[in-house]
């Protein structure tokens, strides 16, 4: 029988090598180890949650606000001791450059410290009492239950403590399922969740997802599912879940942002930030611009710009200085470029630079292609990597009908001059999408603004605040107002 749960390093279990799926030639160098794990751990891990939870009767849930607060600090500071471990870690496990994995720490760091901040202010409004027709309220924010938290590899520490740190601020208790690329990076932090919480609040599990999470679900415990990953990968868990029990789900899913670029729009700025929506991280992130509309007036000029500028970012691996594309993490990954790419190529696009060849197994150098059109892949498939599909529009409806009759509804960018046109298509895109960008690539940050999508995009809003209500019911304590409680 296992003994109590108190995290994967309470365990001697053989151990799972990784590997790190970006080394030039394929190597695949092994990088570190995580405990072998399987469907009795995480029962164990479950269960583990469902005790330190107790039906809310657990010392996390009905701790106060500023004790959270306290051990959440505690991680904090225990965290950026191991910052370059952890740093070091995301760089090989998921190919990320060295800048963009320090800035992904370093976010990580300040998003924890403003969902402190907000839950200060959240919890000094809740306080408060409120009188209505002679009943006084004491409104509170209480925990929901047992968290089921996962993140994508893409982002996995990040994306990860998206839901991680206000579900445990709000007095939830948390199995946390790293992704299989970026598990590893969780192993630095386990000493500091270790010594932050009471045992059972943060449950860390390494097994197949497959394996794991859908019996997880089944077995009805799990109060809320925290997934920030694929739209199809959320559908078939939530489809797991018993319909005897309810499961909120907080998700943050697939998406196939677009860009139009109007015939007044700058060229610059437009190339400069369509090169970045498109391809920051390969284009490996869930608000990267997936679809460039261009008017057709602009169409030549813009490409000849756009493939000029992509020429200039530099290819190669992670650790070397200004590297803007790295190896994507594994061969499957390459695999479905060159199949969105032989698909649209075989339906009348071609590939407007010298791009979409490999230089090595998992090094891609992103491709241009033109015209993208209804009935290719690249069309509706979100590619999430090195590909920027573009198509020539003539009238702006045709644009907007892309926008609308998408499945997805994450975000959109406009490029122009006049604030009156760029105004008028303002109102049907934000019923349409979470955030409309004048000028600028999608993205997610700043983190204080909501983070939210339509359609099949995401369930629930993040970010900060958003995130704490999210995770936490407004409840209260009602009374008839007397003399004696008029006070
Ligand atoms: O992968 C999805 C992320 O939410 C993207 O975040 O816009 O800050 O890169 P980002």
């Given at each position: 029988a296992l003994r109590k749960w108190e995290g994967p390093n309470d365990l001697v279990l053989s151990p799972v090598c990784i590997r790190d799926p970006v080394s030039a030639d394929l190597?695949?160098?092994?990088i570190g180890s995580v405990p072998r794990m399987g469907e009795p751990e995480s029962d164990a891990a479950l269960d583990a949650a469902v005790a330190a939870y107790d039906s809310g009767r657990g010392t996390w849930p009905v701790m106060t606000v500023e004790g959270r607060i306290n051990c959440m600090e505690v991680f904090v500071r225990q965290m950026i001791a191991v910052k370059s471990k952890v740093v070091k870690t995301l760089l090989w496990e998921i190919g990320k450059s060295a800048d963009d994995s320090a800035k992904e720490f370093d976010r990580t760091i300040d998003y924890i410290r403003q969902t402190i901040d907000a839950l200060k202010d959240l919890d000094n409004r809740s306080s408060r009492f409120e009188v209505a027709e002679a009943t006084i309220g004491q409104i509170r924010r209480t925990p929901l239950g047992v968290v089921l938290c996962m993140g994508p590899y893409n982002y996995p520490l990040n994306e990860t403590f998206a839901t991680l740190i206000p579900a445990l601020l709000m007095g939830n208790t948390v199995v946390l399922k790293p992704p299989q690329y970026g598990a590893l990076l969780f192993e630095p932090l386990l000493a500091a969740f270790h010594e932050a919480?009471?045992?059972?609040v943060v449950n860390i599990i390494y097994a197949p997802g497959a394996l794991v999470v859908p019996r997880m679900l089944a077995s009805g415990k799990v109060n809320v599912l925290a997934l920030i990953g694929s739209s199809k990968v959320a559908d078939q868990l939530k489809k797991r879940?018993?319909?005897?029990h309810r499961l909120r789900a907080i998700l943050g899913l697939d998406a196939k942002n677009a860009a139009i670029v109007l015939p007044d729009a700058d060229l610059d700025l437009t190339v400069t930030e369509c090169l970045a929506g498109a391809l920051s991280f390969n284009g490996q992130r869930c608000t990267a611009l997936k679809m460039l509309i261009v008017h057709r007036s602009l169409v030549d000029r813009f490409l000849s710009r756009f493939c000029e500028a992509l020429d200039n970012l530099k290819i190669g691996?992670?650790?070397?200085?200004?590297?803007?594309i790295t190896p994507l993490p594994g061969l499957h990954r390459t695999a479905y470029m060159k199949e969105a790419i032989e698909d649209a190529v075989a339906k009348g696009a071609r590939i407007v630079n010298d791009g979409g060849g490999a230089f090595s197994a998992t090094l891609y150098k992103p491709a241009v292609i033109y015209p993208v059109s209804a009935?290719?892949?690249?069309?509706?498939?979100?590619?999430?990597?090195p590909l920027v599909p573009v198509m020539a529009y003539d009238d702006i409806e045709e644009a907007l009908e892309y926008v609308i009759t998408s499945d997805h509804g994450q975000q959109v960018s406009i490029f122009g001059s006049d604030p009156a046109t760029i105004g008028a298509l303002v109102d049907p895109l934000v019923n349409q999408v979470c955030r409309v960008n004048l000028n600028s690539q999608c993205q997610r940050?700043?983190?204080v603004f909501p983070f939210a999508g339509r359609k099949d995009s995401a369930e629930g809003t993040l970010s900060v605040a958003d995130a704490l209500r999210a995770f936490s019911i407004r409840s209260m304590v009602a009374a008839k107002q007397t003399m004696e409680n008029k006070e």
């Open positions: 190597r695949q160098l092994e919480f009471p045992p059972g879940h018993p319909k005897s691996m992670p650790w070397e200085k200004n590297v803007k009935g290719m892949k690249l069309y509706r498939e979100e590619q999430f990597g940050g700043p983190d």
